[in-house]
């Protein structure tokens, strides 16, 4: 196969796209696809401040990696989650990435606003991933806005997104197909968040940080087994090998036509929200969920988390 644009040996191949690249051609479609999905979707301006969340993971190092390479000057924030054997290592990891490629790294740790996460898994009984997701929300959402970042940018890719919108779709769930998109407009004290991997899969970041020679972080939490989206992923990558676009067409139909027809169901869903009396963050109720998490876990009572 030759590569697409130079007519040079392709090395990466995308049926997807019914074509393959060289390294340096690929590159340039990357970075491309990363551009039209910031315009596209209206994520920011060249002139907002930008925050990434970083994990350690392929994703999230590929996103500050391209957004610099655009010209943008995107900070990284990194949740420290208290895990033993774990946390240490990767926020070092993810530390000296930062230093090495001259990138403004801040770190929020769970365990100073007495959430580590281990101490949460004891104190509450449901799926720890949604407890330790609801967690890492708040805290991005809550550096962003006290830090005076106009977006929240996260490493989602088009297989996360796929592999959502068909959990969402699978319990025909309104509020969340609602919300869900590459772009989520802040209101309040809500953040801006995009997504500006949402056109690019897995495979393609992979690809992205081999060339780029970008070491990135292997290990998998000690508490995610068994998570669903990892059978999900599984399925549609079945699906997008017999059919290829599949994926692209699921999703990009989805925003074009499933997601408005969503639009007044999400609103009635979330109801009205309020500021949490603790906290002082969008909440449902008087207390939100990660404060009564928190109760729980130094065990001073409180309603069950929500």
């Known amino acids: 196969m030759k590569c697409r644009r130079c007519g040079d040996v392709a090395q990466v191949a995308l049926p997807s796209h019914h074509t393959g690249f060289c390294p340096d051609c690929f590159l340039d479609f990357f970075r491309g696809q990363v551009e039209r999905a910031i315009r596209r979707h209206r994520m920011f301006g060249p002139d907002e401040r930008i925050v990434v969340a970083v994990s350690g993971g392929k994703d999230s190092l590929a ?18 989650l208290g895990i033993p054997d774990s946390s240490v290592p990767v ?32 104190a509450v009984r449901r799926p720890i991933c949604s407890m330790c997701g609801k967690i890492k929300r708040h805290w991005f959402n809550r550096f962003a806005f006290e830090h005076g970042f106009a977006a929240m940018a996260t490493g989602h890719n088009l297989d996360d997104e796929v592999s959502r919108l068909f959990a969402n779709t699978l319990r025909w769930d309104a509020a969340y197909l609602s919300g869900q998109g590459p772009t989520l407009p802040g209101e309040g004290k809500f953040v801006r ?4 991997l949402c056109r690019l899969t897995e495979f393609e970041t992979a690809a992205y940080c081999f060339f780029q020679g970008i070491a990135h972080w292997h290990e998998a939490c000690p508490y995610s087994g068994g998570a669903s989206f990892t059978s999900h992923k599984r399925l549609l990558a079945d699906l997008e090998h017999t059919s290829p676009g599949s994926k692209t067409a699921f999703y990009e139909n989805f925003l074009h ?8 169901a999400g609103k009635a869903g979330y109801g009205e929200l309020r500021d949490c009396a603790e906290c002082g963050y969008p909440s449902s109720g008087e207390i939100c969920g990660v404060c009564r998490v928190r109760h729980m876990v130094a065990g001073t009572g409180g309603p069950p988390a929500s």
């Open 257 to 264: 036509t499933g997601r408005p027809a969503f639009a007044a």
């Open 91 to 122: 926020r070092a990891f993810v530390e000296d990435f930062c230093r090495a490629r001259g990138h403004v790294l801040h770190v929020v740790e769970t365990a100073a606003d007495g959430l580590a996460i281990p101490d949460v898994k004891r």
């Open 63 to 80: 996103l500050l990696t391209v957004l610099g390479e655009l010209g943008y000057a995107p900070e990284a924030v990194h949740i420290d």
């Open 193 to 196: 968040k995009v997504k500006p």
